[in-house]
């Protein structure tokens, strides 16, 4: 079986920053894309950013040159550095992950979410 566990969400001014994680444990053969995406109250979810094992990224125009993500393979993990928060940053962000087990299939797993929120 395979988990996704987030930390780093909290509460933080704006113009403050946030390093978001995502470890990702169980029987993996590889991960690719790995990325974050957020939903506000009443928005639907989208795309914030996500990495690709070939150095492809894909990052919403709302956070280029704010957000930066990067990965580390040796452990699994995505992070995403978060700078110049704003307030409508403020969502629920959630780890993404196209994982391929041992056993041969691709599946595609989310974290349980982390709250980030940010005041005015």
């Known amino acids: 079986q395979v988990q996704l566990v987030e930390s780093g969400g909290g509460l933080v001014q704006a113009g403050g920053s946030l390093r978001l994680s995502c470890a990702a444990s169980?029987?993996?053969?590889?991960?690719?894309?790995m990325g974050w995406y957020r939903q506000a109250p009443e928005k639907e979810r989208e795309l914030v950013a996500r990495?690709?094992?070939?150095?492809?990224?894909d990052i919403a125009d709302s956070v280029k040159g704010r957000f930066t993500i990067s990965r580390d393979n040796t452990k699994n993990t995505v992070y995403l550095q978060m700078t110049s928060l704003k307030p409508e940053d403020t969502a629920v962000y959630y780890c993404?992950?196209?994982?391929?087990?041992?056993?041969?299939?691709?599946?595609?797993?989310w974290g349980q979410g982390t709250q980030v929120t940010v005041s005015s």
């Open positions: 993404q992950a196209l994982i391929r087990t041992v056993g041969g299939n691709s599946v595609l797993y």
């Open positions: 169980g029987s993996i053969f590889g991960i690719d894309p």
């Open positions: 990495i690709f094992t070939g150095g492809r990224l």
